[in-house]
């Protein structure tokens, strides 16, 4: 069996699991939470502290904004090349009745996820601007990318890809912009 193989089996398993599960009320609140944190209003939060944070935040809140722009252009040219199908496309999860958003023709598409790419190119520019903040910082980021796949709007891999490129940018930028 082929890698890609043993990674689309291993998440099409990982997803009926999910798809079954019935989790406590407060995994379902945590879990909408952090994704619709994701969907943007972290972001406006986020810049709005670093704003608020003088000329070194304000140094952060920029390179944040660089992040998200090199993590957004290369989502949109990923995801028109690989056009694989959502997992609540298959089956809504049981447990929760939440839609993909839809702003882009691109949003259709499972792979990478956005939320957890997003999350972690500008959570690790903040992780590592500021040591202090990074474990809550990196949390969060963790929080929204596990939410897409709990609620079934991602699978495994998408999240995952998603989160290790973002990382990668996020890292890539702190280093080019604020080291």
Partial sequence: MSVLAYVLAS???LSGRLLEWRPPR???VWMLTATRLGDGWMWLLTAALLAANGDRGRRVLSAGAVSAGVA???LLCVKSRFHRARPCERAKPRAFAVD???WLPSDRFSFPS???LNAFAIGTVVALAFPVAAVPVLAVAASVSASRVVLGLHWLSDVLAGALVGLLIGTCVWLALLQ
């Fill in 72 to 74: 957004n252009a290369l």
């Fill in 26 to 28: 407060w995994v379902r």
């Fill in 11 to 13: 998440d099409g398993r």
């Fill in 100 to 102: 993909p958003l839809a």
């Fill in 114 to 116: 956005g939320h957890a």
